[in-house]
């Protein structure tokens, strides 16, 4: 089982910008190979993947619906993964929860990386970003 802590939310206005920060562990030993990625939870909706990462790798993938707004990024020194959020607005309001997935060795950049829910083994708590309008 891989811990993951999230960090970095709070209450924001439309347009302001968020850091959200997921501390891991163990994902960048050279014996492990893990997707990492950034969930949505709001009341009566959906469970929604943003982005995911590759933990060995250059591998991202954006969900349309962040992409150009969102950012994902790691820093395996610090064995955290972050998701720099901006232009925010009220319909981006939800928990956020960071996830890890055991992958194969990816051998190269450039795969599609899941955003299912179901895919994702390991959940931190979640932190809370309210964007008010």
């Known amino acids: 089982r891989v811990e993951l802590v999230e960090s970095g939310g709070g209450s924001v206005q439309t347009g302001d910008s968020l850091r959200l920060s997921c501390v891991h562990s163990?994902?960048?030993?050279?014996?492990?190979?893990?997707?990492v990625a950034w969930f949505t939870q709001a009341p009566g909706k959906e469970r929604k993947g943003l982005p995911a990462i590759y933990s060995r790798g250059t591998s991202i993938t954006y969900d349309s619906s962040v992409k150009g707004r969102f950012i994902i990024s790691q820093d395996n020194t610090e064995n955290t993964v972050y998701l720099q959020m901006n232009s925010l607005a009220p319909e981006d309001s939800a928990v956020y929860y960071c996830?890890?997935?055991?992958?194969?060795?990816?051998?190269?950049?450039?795969?599609?990386?899941?955003?299912?829910?179901?895919?994702?083994?390991?959940w931190g708590q979640g932190t809370q970003v309210l964007v008010s309008s």
């Open positions: 163990g994902l960048t030993s050279p014996s492990n190979s893990y997707l």
């Open positions: 996830a890890a997935a055991k992958t194969p060795l990816l051998k190269r950049g450039g795969y599609k990386l899941t955003l299912s829910p179901s895919d994702y083994t390991d």
